[in-house]
């Protein structure tokens, strides 16, 4: 019953096709069943009419539930687990593009930072071979210096 109550766009023939069931035979169940919203208020919805505070509840009251235990969790409120691990989805992916703002300024920050350290180090590198090169040119000089006054 809850997939004609949550066809969309199908129209109950369509629905009937599917099932294998007459038209009549299923609008007769509908008549006489109880409407899904006096029985548990989510059935009455489809999953893409929960609101954002609805589908983080259901991911925390599912979240941990074995597969057997989180069909029968997912049955009593009509949806399906895949909606579940898409909504599971689409919450990360928003708080990451969230926190991305952040993380790309820092980034942002830490590779100047990093390009300065290098410059520096490459400064530093220089001068060394530099103060290197004197002094072996030094030893050289006192060497033929020493070479001579002998």
């Not at 941990?64 to 009509?78: I, K, P, V, Y």
């Not at 952040?102 to 220089?126: F, G, H, I, M, P």
């Amino acid at each position: 019953m809850a997939k004609v109550y949550n066809r969309g766009d199908r129209t109950i023939q369509a629905i009937a096709d599917e099932s294998n069931l007459s038209i009549h035979t299923l609008k007769n169940w509908m008549k006489s069943s109880t409407p899904p919203d006096t029985r548990n208020p989510n059935l009455a919805k489809r999953p893409q009419d929960w609101r954002p505070e609805e589908r983080l509840q259901a991911l925390q009251e599912s979240h941990g539930l074995t597969d057997e235990a989180l069909n029968a969790w997912c049955r009593q409120r009509g949806l399906f687990a895949h909606q579940l691990a898409q909504w599971k989805s689409d919450f990360c992916a928003v708080t990451r593009s969230r926190s991305g703002g952040d993380d790309s300024q820092t980034l942002r920050a830490l590779k100047v930072e990093n390009q300065r350290l290098e410059r520096e180090l490459n400064r530093k590198d220089k001068a060394l071979a530099e103060a290197a090169a004197l002094l072996i040119l030094q030893k050289k000089v006192r060497a033929l210096l020493a070479g001579e006054v002998e």
